[in-house]
């Protein structure tokens, strides 16, 4: 870890995580007895509906021992998946949230919601690892799990059973109460008060903890989601998960007549248009800041509640995100900064990068990040994983890593442990402007993130000329000579990446290189001021994990300031194989 401002962030972080530390030991030894005394559940009166879609063929492998989450997997060989080491730390938030109890549910057999009490009754009994099952995100999705499938895991039970499954909400809710007063990140903050807000209405005898919820939820909201719709983190997965809550919650609160805040409704109609924003024709999200594969129908069925003939932003300025559209060619683009530190554990170093589509067919993508491996996500998050240009194959931000003298490398493992390998900085002065003409739209912008460590400026433009199906780039690096910056003026390699949709194939042509897609379209690349060359890249976003792939790669060397000119067209009309007669 080099000095200067990235080393200062990081001992500040210690600082408040340290701070955060220890508020939270005092809070669990000043709790107060009364107000834990109030958090005891009488009674179940709503069942909330679950808007993430299930598949009763689930169920098979829960009968052949098979727990499959985040990408691995498990064969419990007939005992219980809590008596086994998880995989991977994402495979433990899938199996102790308990989402996965709706596919039970879909299943709608006598088998099956035996299954289901018999997994809930391992955990309420102590099976598992008690550290996996708390952590806040968790147990959020536990206690909303637990009372939108309280249909399946009840009906048949025992009384014993019954008063047993109260508690352990009870304990939950109590949980998340006392986070929220310790102190905790900001989208766990909202994970929980979601989940309490849920508690409160499903729940009979914690009728106070609603009105604290509704209140903390109000402030979250206020706060996290911007004016665009976007979530301050800039991960359209959390926004997507977030989303997939607070319509049913909207419900619930009327399902019980009780007015629901104001910022909720506001945050459900300004996050949907987003998503279409974000949103290619394949019915999938664009891959930025912490977005892998898009459970389609998850989308689909949020997307239903904006109207089927709602048409995207084109525009959003808060977030960071701009689309670009002509006939069937839609491009989205990442033109904003980092998210603030505590909302950056997914971020990805993808300033100025974009993602391509004609029709259903995606061409150009980034990398996506991955289900589970923090090693392979890390590796996702960096600029070289994104469809833009790199520097000396470095990010254009700097991560929180375990680097540094064994100290520092100690005390950045447990910061990972404890909040994940945030954002420590990033680009800073990022601009972007769009204009539309007659025959095209052009989107320009910048960024400075690599103007600290290697005085260069990025600039990147796209025109997109729907008649004609071509796509017009431009990648200017522009050197930045004063102050510090001024020995750092040698030359530096740099990289503009195009990653390559897996179902494009890809050849060499006197021009450039030619472009087939699975759907018969063909497209060609050409370059100028740059060295071509076709190299291998990976696709961590596909529904069957990752897959190799293709990447274009533009090489340079930038020793003053250079422009780069590219170029996507497609052809009117394939051309015939070659050995073949037309």
């Known amino acids: 870890m080099a000095w200067g401002p990235d080393r200062w962030r990081f001992y500040r972080l210690v600082a408040r995580e340290i701070a955060r530390a220890a508020r939270a030991t005092g809070a669990s030894l000043t709790a107060s007895p009364d107000i834990l005394a109030r958090m005891r559940v009488s009674g179940l009166v709503i069942a909330p509906h679950d808007l993430r879609t ?14 499959v989450f985040a990408g ?14 998880a995989p991977s730390p994402e495979w433990a938030d899938e199996l102790y949230g308990f989402g996965w109890l709706r596919h039970l549910r879909a299943a709608d057999t006598a088998l099956a919601r035996a299954n289901a009490r018999a997994f809930v009754a391992d955990f309420i009994a102590g099976r598992g690892d008690p550290a996996l099952a708390r952590q806040t995100p968790v147990a959020a999705r536990r206690l909303i799990s637990f009372l ?9 039970a025992d009384h014993a059973f019954y008063q047993n499954f109260l508690k352990a909400i009870a304990r939950n809710a109590q949980q998340l109460e006392r986070d929220i007063r310790r102190g ?10 979601v989940a309490l807000c849920y508690a409160g209405l499903c729940c009979e005898g914690i009728q106070p903890i609603l009105r604290r919820a509704t209140r903390v939820l109000s402030r979250e909201l206020d706060r996290q989601i911007l004016t665009d719709g976007g979530h301050r983190s800039r991960d359209p997965r959390f ?3 977030l989303l997939l809550d607070l319509l049913p919650l909207r419900q619930s609160y009327l399902s019980r007549s009780v ?15 987003l998503l279409r924003l974000l949103r290619h024709p394949d019915a999938s999200l664009s891959h930025f800041n912490g977005m892998g594969a898009t ?19 084109m525009h959003a300025p808060n977030s960071g995100y701009e689309r670009l559209e002509g006939g069937r060619v839609v491009i989205v683009a990442d033109v904003g900064a980092s998210p603030p530190l505590p909302y950056s554990v997914n971020a990805g170093a993808g300033c100025l990068a974009f993602e391509m589509s004609s029709g259903p067919q995606r061409i150009v993508v980034n990398c996506g990040l991955p289900a589970s491996g923090p090693d392979l996500r890390l590796l996702a ?3 070289p994983a994104h469809s833009t240009a790199s520097v000396a194959d470095a990010s254009s931000c700097r991560f929180l890593t375990r680097t540094g003298w064994w100290g520092e490398r100690q005390l950045a493992g447990w910061l990972i442990r404890r909040r994940g390998a945030v954002v420590l900085s990033g680009p800073l002065a990022v601009a972007a402007e769009r204009a539309e003409e007659a025959d095209s739209v052009t989107l320009a912008a910048r960024h400075d993130g690599y103007a600290p460590t290697f005085a260069i400026v990025h600039e990147r433009r796209w025109q997109l000329f729907a008649a004609a199906a071509r796509l017009e780039g431009r990648d200017a690096f522009l050197r930045q000579g004063k102050g510090r910056n001024r020995g750092r003026q040698r030359a530096h390699d740099v990289a503009i990446r195009f990653h390559l949709h897996p179902g494009i194939a890809v050849r060499g042509v006197p021009e450039g290189l030619e472009l087939a897609s699975a759907l018969g379209e063909v497209w060609t690349f050409r370059a100028e001021n740059a060295e071509i060359a076709l190299e291998e890249s990976v696709y961590f976003s596909g529904l069957s994990g990752p897959r190799r792939t293709d990447q274009i790669v533009l090489h340079l060397r930038v020793s003053e300031d250079v422009e780069v000119r590219w170029s996507f067209e497609r052809l009117a009309a394939a051309p015939p194989r070659r050995g073949t007669s037309p």
């Open 54 to 67: 299930s598949d009763a063929t689930f169920a098979d492998d829960i009968y052949a021992g098979l727990f």
């Open 259 to 273: 007015e629901p805040p104001m910022a909720l409704l506001r945050a459900i109609d300004r996050m949907l248009p």
């Open 295 to 313: 459970d389609a129908d998850h989308l689909a069925t949020l997307l239903v509640y904006d109207g089927a003939l709602a048409r995207p932003l």
């Open 381 to 383: 998050r960096s600029t």
């Open 148 to 156: 939108c499938q309280s249909p399946l895991v009840l009906e048949g």
């Open 72 to 85: 691995r997997s498990l064969a419990a060989s007939g005992g219980s998946p809590f008596d086994y080491a």
């Open 239 to 241: 926004a997507m998960e």
């Open 184 to 193: 905790v990140p900001p989208q766990w903050r909202l994970n929980a008060a």
